[in-house]
């Protein structure tokens, strides 16, 4: 204690000008007698004070376990080993405590020791809660709760204004005075990716960092999956706007109005921060609170899992005979409980209205059945039943106008041990005219195979591409009032996607697959086709909103070589090709690096080829004397050669005469 | 520019090569009538109608007046170019898989397979006065090869030794004056499909099935550069003119009907010689490409595949001006 003073004391010549002479006496460090020590431990050594242990240190790991069983010395025994096979799980208990009264009895709660205070916490988050049996249901809590609920100060403090966070303006992009549109390249798996201005003549890029990311679906925010989570970035600077903790989440949905985000981890390993239950979670975005976590589908589910209607206040989810409304902004489910419709096999919102169409498989007698839903009051404002069926498609036309059911029917059933065959297969689209009164349904049937349906988003026709691969045909339909679809037009080629431009009128056509890649422009006004053009080995398509542009790109994942994207005008004038990999058309000036090794490896080769020039030139004499003194070193320098004509024999007449 | 299509064969097209002026090009294919075309029209010449099976090799010598081939007739042929007519017929035990003059065309070497109980072996015959007597005449030289077979086969530096490239990918440089092993080096990881010199002889490229073509030079056998494709390699060529190489090839025959042709496996592939740097492609086969040839001019080039035509392809100015960016003393 206070060893500087002392030393000082006894020695007050700096320590280096003696260091010499007092090598080897040790000097005296002992107070004199008398002495008294006038600076405490606190002032002199504070900081290692602190971390001297102390008395609670280790309550962390502490938990208490209340609602056990009361039990008597002779079942103690019994208690102990349930409750360690129970409370082990988490790690392992170092220490534990059971309070008796007077009479031996266990009074209920219990103390468990864990070696750290992840299984602590682990432990409460598992089972707190958690029924024992029938009478008991554990109440956990970590030891150090006490203190902290103990602690709760009497009196209420508001708490501290926030200071005003200055919000960049998020629809900035609409402001664009040139109206330009923004576009999305993600390059390579998580090697790039870059925003892009469409702007003329050439797209600028604002933006580029190494992730995944998607748009939501008004454009606003910019969606980036990282491994602790999603992150949305908007306005100008594509700031970060809000992030949402949800380790390995890998798939996320928009609500239409950009109100809330679903994230979905499948992989994720259970912490104690996110049990297992908690891996579809529901967020708001703009407080970025979680608003309530589902736990997962239990069977293959395709994505999304919650489909949304059009104004944010309803989303549903599909489950075994029963859809599953639930309500914003409580998150509850609508009425408290959800829809039983035996056999439901798919539902779709419409895109304008409180009303899903959902449709029932076949079942023994009962046919199979279409249903428009309209909620909150779940009232089915139409339905029809329809026979033979396999299997069907619901396709909502963009402006909630119509929809389409197409509907796969067979001829003949077959059941094939556990598999059911259907054969004589043949299409019907069943048109519901959702505008007119008591809806109208009109049905339009095809007897060949079907590559693909689209709807005009804005508008009334719709176009089927149909036939088999080697005969393939596509018919365009008018949907009229009071009136059955009309065939307007039917064209043959072998596309087999359509691309309907979001603002109508204009449609792609398109060949996907390995050698595909054809493309056809078509107004649907007169059918003319404004250009037939070619993207070799095309993955997708893509208008931009607007539908001034198309862009048709290869995808690294679907194939290796050659990948790019072109951008197209919707006549189908090719703007701009991009390709990421291979031979750019344009030839980029060469890194001096590049340049520099190439250097290199020509000095080498100079030198290498010099000394076999000169072996060369040595070797002449050898090399006359074997080709019979004729010089063949110079290429085309033929000793004889002579101008030689050569005739061909080009075309021979007969003519016959009488 | 529009390439020739050469189309005069029923099968495959094994092997193809111009004559030293460049007006003939000679071609053999499964079929057992080689051919030989005018290199400036495409327009056939002639067949040479003899062989009773598939014809794996031939070679034609410097003054362009004999051809020899070899095929899986057992048998090794000599024609005289005037004429068209079979001088020699040398029977062997085995298909023939390669056969070359020499530089000086005073003698012929060819090779013959591991089969039907014969071993792998090297002939070397002497061709100063081709006749019939050939036919029955020891050859100068032989021995048998004892490891993997012998799959391309070129005369070195003027007549004194000869390099052959092996099943397992081995290159090995023989002494002809005692039949003994000089170099052999193992940088190939399988089958060497095809070997061509450069025009001074003093280097020759490879080709691989396993999926690169390289550069060694003729006397020591060194490495000098590598050709990386993403296919097996069937055919390499040196340009005569400029520091370029062509690579053609493509997937086994028997994968080909799975592929489409226009995922760019058949393309002929244009490497820079010294950068090893691919700087084109030219497309049109619709099976690989089984052989390659430069035109000693070195504006065009011809190609054979497995798809039974032969095309000729001049160049266009733009490849002639198309330069690499490095610093030149």
């Known amino acids: 204690m206070a060893k500087k003073k002392s030393d000082d004391r006894v020695n007050p010549n700096p320590p280096c000008d003696n260091e010499e002479q007092n090598f080897d006496e040790e000097p005296n460090f002992d107070d004199p007698e008398g002495y008294i020590d006038d600076i405490s431990d606190e002032e002199l050594l504070g900081d290692l004070l602190a971390q001297k242990p102390k008395e609670s240190d280790g309550y962390e790991n502490v938990i208490v376990v209340d609602g056990c069983p009361q039990v008597g010395p002779e079942r103690l025994e019994k208690l102990q080993s349930v409750i360690t096979k129970i409370f082990s799980k988490f790690g392992k208990i170092v220490n534990e405590y059971y309070p008796t009264n007077e009479n031996g009895v266990t009074i209920g709660y219990i103390f468990l020791e864990y070696s750290n205070p992840q299984n602590a916490a682990e432990a409460v988050q598992a089972t707190n809660n958690c029924k024992l049996d029938k009478q008991h249901t554990f109440l956990v809590n970590l030891f150090t709760d006490f203190q902290k609920y103990a602690e709760i100060p009497k009196e209420w403090e508001p708490p501290a204004p926030q200071p005003f966070k200055v919000q960049s303006d998020l629809q900035w992009y609409l402001m664009d005075p040139d109206a330009y549109d923004q576009f999305l390249v993600g390059i390579g798996t998580g090697v790039a990716l870059q925003v892009w201005q469409n702007a003329l003549p050439e797209p600028v890029m604002l933006q580029e960092r190494p992730t995944y990311a998607v748009w939501s679906p008004l454009g606003t925010y910019l969606a980036t999956f990282h491994w602790r989570g999603v992150a949305l970035w908007s306005g100008p600077k594509f700031a970060q706007f809000q992030k949402f903790y949800h380790p390995e989440a890998r798939f996320i949905s928009f609500s239409p109005c950009e109100n809330y985000i679903v994230t979905f981890s499948p992989t994720a390993a259970a912490t104690p921060e996110r049990p297992e239950d908690k891996k579809l979670i529901i967020w708001d975005i703009r407080s970025g609170q979680e608003k309530r976590s589902f736990p997962p589908p239990e069977e293959y589910v395709t994505w999304p899992i919650f489909r949304w209607s059009k104004d944010d206040r309803f989303f549903a989810r599909l489950g075994t005979d029963v859809l599953s409304v639930y309500e914003t902004p409580g998150f509850g489910l609508l009425d408290k409980k959800s829809i039983k419709i035996p056999g439901i096999r798919d539902f779709a919102w419409s ?280 010089d063949t070193d110079a290429r085309g320098a033929a000793g004889d050669a002579v101008e030689e004509t050569v005739e061909f024999f080009v075309k021979e007449e007969v003519t016959v005469i009488d | 520019m529009k390439p020739l299509m050469l189309q005069g064969h029923e099968r495959a097209i094994t092997q193809i090569k111009y004559n030293r002026e460049g007006d003939l090009l000679f071609s053999a294919a499964k079929d057992s009538k080689p051919n030989v075309w005018w290199s400036l029209n495409g327009e056939r010449l002639g067949t040479f109608n003899g062989h009773g099976g598939v014809v794996w090799c031939l070679d034609v010598d410097w003054q362009t007046i004999n051809l020899i081939t070899g095929g899986g007739d057992s048998s090794c042929r000599l024609w005289d170019l005037e004429t068209g007519k079979n001088i020699a017929t040398i029977k ?199 052989s390659l040839a430069f035109h000693p001019d070195g504006r065009s080039y011809a190609s054979g595949g497995e798809d039974g035509y032969v095309r000729v392809q001049s160049f266009d100015q733009a490849y002639f001006d198309y330069t690499f960016d490095y610093n030149r003393e």
């Open chain 2, 92 to 290: 062997t035990n085995s298909s023939v898989r390669t056969c070359n003059f020499s530089f000086s065309a005073y003698q012929a070497a060819y090779t013959t397979d591991k089969a039907m109980g014969h071993p792998c072996e090297v002939f070397i015959i002497d061709t100063r006065t081709i006749d019939d007597s050939i036919s029955t005449a020891a050859p100068i030289l032989k021995w048998e090869i004892t490891d993997s077979k012998v799959t391309s086969m070129i005369w070195g530096t003027l007549d004194e030794t000869i390099i052959t490239g092996h099943e397992a990918g081995d290159l090995i440089q023989w002494d002809l004056r005692t039949g003994k092993k000089i170099h052999s080096v193992k940088e190939h990881a399988q089958q060497i499909n095809d070997m061509q010199l450069s025009r001074d002889g003093s280097m020759f490229i490879t080709a691989s099935k396993d999926q690169t073509a390289k550069l060694f030079d003729t006397s020591t056998l060194e490495l000098l550069k590598e050709y990386k494709t993403e296919r097996p390699v069937n055919s390499a060529a040196l340009s005569p003119i400029l520091d370029h190489v062509v690579l053609g090839g493509g997937q086994d025959a028997m994968e080909v009907t799975t592929t489409s042709t226009r995922q760019g496996k058949f393309d002929a592939r244009f490497f820079h010689l010294v950068f090893e740097e691919e700087f084109g492609r030219v497309k049109g086969h619709f099976g690989p490409i089984n």
């Open chain 1, 351 to 630: 895109p304008t209205d409180t009303v899903l169409a959902y449709w029932v498989a076949e079942e023994k007698d009962v046919p199979a059945r279409v249903t428009l839903l309209e909620l909150p009051n779940r009232t089915e404002i139409r339905s029809k039943n329809l026979f033979s069926v396999a299997d069907c498609k619901i396709h909502w036309q963009k402006s909630g106008d119509y929809l389409c059911v197409k509907v796969d029917r067979y001829s003949k059933l077959r059941k094939d041990k556990t598999e059911l065959k259907y054969s004589g297969m043949y299409y019907n689209f069943e048109i519901f005219h959702m505008r007119e009164k008591q809806i109208p349904v009109d049905s339009v049937e095809i007897k060949e195979p079907i590559q693909a349906f689209a709807w005009e988003p804005v508008g009334s026709k719709f176009a089927i591409i149909h036939g088999d691969n080697s005969n393939q045909q596509i018919s365009f339909y008018q949907v009229n009032t009071g009136q059955a679809p009309s065939l307007v037009r039917k064209l043959s080629g072998s596309y087999n996607h359509v691309f309907w431009s979001p603002a109508g009128q204009f449609v792609v056509l398109a060949n996907f697959g390995l050698t595909g890649g054809a493309l056809e422009f078509l107004d649907t006004n007169d059918f003319t086709i404004m250009n037939v053009a070619d993207h070799y080995q095309m993955s997708g398509i893509e208008w931009d909103p607007t539908g001034r542009y198309v862009v048709t790109g290869v995808s690294s994942l679907k194939c290796k070589m050659d990948c790019g994207y072109y951008i197209w005008s919707f006549q189908g004038k090719i703007l701009r090709r991009v390709m990421k990999e291979g031979f750019a058309h344009t030839r980029p000036s060469c890194p001096q690096e590049l340049v520099a090794k190439r250097t290199e490896q020509m000095k080498k080769y100079s030198e290498y080829r010099e000394a076999r020039a000169a072996a060369w030139a040595e070797q002449r004499a050898r090399r006359l004397e074997l080709r019979g003194y004729v």
